[in-house]
């Protein structure tokens, strides 16, 4: 059982930068996948950006080149790191690993940091 904890949310100005972290409590480094994802209040949850076990990244398209998503070499920990933050950026961020088991996805969730981008 994996659990993922998200840190290095918090407040910052208007085109300013935060990175999260995203620390589990086992190795990850056989995950297939890893993602954020955030969720601003009366919307959906929506993909920010997503790193694959061969590199492939993905990216929202509100991201616009403003964010990198990445893991440490050790498998236990992957990153958000925000730049250019806009108000419309505000939401609880979360992350989530992906794991196939032979023909059985797995995921786990963090519990979400909250990011608040003032104006």
């Known amino acids: 059982q994996v659990q993922l904890m998200e840190s290095g949310g918090g407040l910052v100005q208007a085109g300013g930068s935060l990175r999260l972290s995203c620390a589990a409590s086992?190795?990850?480094?056989?995950?297939?996948?890893v993602r954020w994802y955030r969720q601003a209040p009366g919307k959906e949850r929506e993909l920010v950006a997503s790193?694959?076990?061969?590199?492939?990244?993905t990216y929202g398209d509100f991201v616009r080149g403003r964010f990198t998503i990445s893991r440490n070499s050790t498998g236990n920990s992957f990153y958000l790191q925000m730049n250019s933050l806009e108000p419309g950026d505000s939401a609880v961020y979360y992350c989530d690993v992906e794991r196939w088991f032979s023909t059985t996805p797995q995921y786990w969730w963090g519990r979400g940091t909250q990011v608040t981008v003032s104006a």
């Open positions: 790193l694959t076990d061969r590199g492939a990244t």
């Open positions: 086992g190795s990850i480094a056989n995950a297939n996948a």
